[in-house]
């Protein structure tokens, strides 16, 4: 049981912003890019890219899908689409 608890962590996604200077992203499944500038992320809602000044990122646990970025944040953005389950009221609506 515990195996499936685990993967529902993993597939939750959400992202914190404190006064623009750390980010707790949650639901990372990889990182694909990071340096000083940028920071690409994949995510259960999609590719996440953030960019600023000055990132580091002072927690990665993929483990558990966690990610902690720090410095001047400047841009959040995805790309791609958010996986929904089947027949969800989002996916419903927009048949």
Known sequence: MQGATEKRMAQDHA?????????VVTGVQDVECFNEEVVVLVTAAGTLTITGDSLN???????EGRLVVEGE??????????????GGLLGRLFR
Do not use: Q, S, V
């Not at 990122?57 to 483990?63: G, K, S, T, V």
């Open 15 to 23: 992202l914190t912003m404190e006064n623009r200077r750390r980010a």
């Open 57 to 63: 990122i002072p927690e990665l646990r993929l483990d």
């Open 73 to 86: 944040l400047r841009t959040a953005e995805y790309e791609g689409r958010m996986r929904e389950g089947k």
